[in-house]
């Protein structure tokens, strides 16, 4: 492969946050600090997800909700499979469907933002649970409360499974 492209990635990468470049060293993988993590990327992330799983609870139609059930499904043979890849990557697309489905403009682009952050996220704590089934069995309840509709269960419920899973998974594994 030429360099050209190598470059291009790794640009993309260094817009997305994943790498920082620094002149005459070389191109290093950055981390979120658990400060971080916890001041600006997850309060960030439940802000976002709180508004747009609200706003899409009124707009999902019944082909959006057999979706989200797929993804479910897939994230408990994944945990079978001990998959994390399937498992993280059906993880990520249900936040990402409910944002979508919320026609929400400044959301939906704040998510395509952070998304890449997200991601890496999931995949440093998957690991962490217990056990596998666990992440399936928060996105059944927040396919639950999405159906209700009321928004503050869906705040409420977001809020546990983004910050307060997230301080149980590194408290418990640090």
Do not use: C, K
Not at 79 to 106: C, G, K, M, Y
Not at 155 to 168: M, N
């Amino acid at each position: 492969m030429s360099p050209a492209p190598i470059r291009e990635a790794l640009r993309q990468l260094e817009s997305e946050g994943l790498v920082a470049h620094q002149p005459n060293r070389g191109v290093f993988v950055t981390e979120v600090s658990t400060e971080e993590l916890f001041e600006v990327l997850l309060p960030v992330r439940l802000a976002l997800e709180a508004y747009a799983f609200t706003q899409s609870a009124t707009r999902l139609a019944p082909v959006d909700y057999t979706e989200l059930e797929r993804l479910v499904a897939v994230m408990e043979q994944g945990a079978r499979d001990t998959d994390l890849v399937a498992i993280n990557e059906a993880d990520l697309r249900f936040h990402e469907l409910a944002v979508l489905a919320s026609q929400a403009p400044h959301a939906i682009q704040l998510w395509q933002s952070v998304h890449s952050r997200i991601r890496a996220q999931l995949y440093r704590l998957a690991p962490r649970h217990a056990g596998l089934g666990e992440i399936a069995e928060e996105h059944r309840e927040l396919l639950r409360v999405l159906r209700e509709g009321e928004p503050d269960a869906i705040r409420s419920t977001l809020h546990e499974h983004i910050v307060v899973a997230s301080q149980v998974l590194l408290r418990d594994n640090t």
